[in-house]
């Protein structure tokens, strides 16, 4: 069974830049299309990226695009997400997702795999 696990949270000032990584043990981590979710408190967890299986295409939530980039690293088994220009809106706990996936595809929204999260606070 993939686990997946997170790190890179932490406390950050809004304007700042955060580098979340995120770990795939337990499966061929090329078949897997990631996604990044986040959640806070008395709301539902909501989609923030995607990246397909070779990395060639990814997708974002409207209020992330041009401040947030995903990434992966099939040779290390992680996918990455870049948080630039944050602001304190993007707090929340942040997880990792896998979808084992048969076409190299972004737009992806149901998940099978999850992380435990990483909490990430900006303070403004």
């Known amino acids: 069974q993939v686990q997946l696990g997170e790190s890179g949270g932490g406390l950050v000032q809004a304007g700042g830049s955060l580098r979340l990584s995120c770990v795939v043990s337990g499966g061929t981590f090329s078949v897997y299309v990631m996604g990044w979710f986040r959640q806070v408190p008395g709301k539902e967890r909501e989609f923030v990226a995607s990246i397909s299986r070779s990395g060639t295409f990814d997708d974002y939530e409207d209020s992330v695009k041009g401040r947030f980039t995903i990434s992966r690293e099939n040779a290390k088994n992680t996918v990455y997400l870049v948080m630039n220009r944050i602001r304190p809106e993007d707090t929340a706990v942040y997880y990792c997702?896998?979808?084992?996936?048969?076409?190299?595809?972004?737009?992806?929204?149901?998940?099978?795999?999850w992380g435990q999260g990483t909490q990430v606070t900006v303070t403004s």
């Open positions: 997702a896998a979808k084992q996936f048969m076409v190299d595809y972004a737009t992806v929204r149901v998940f099978d795999s």
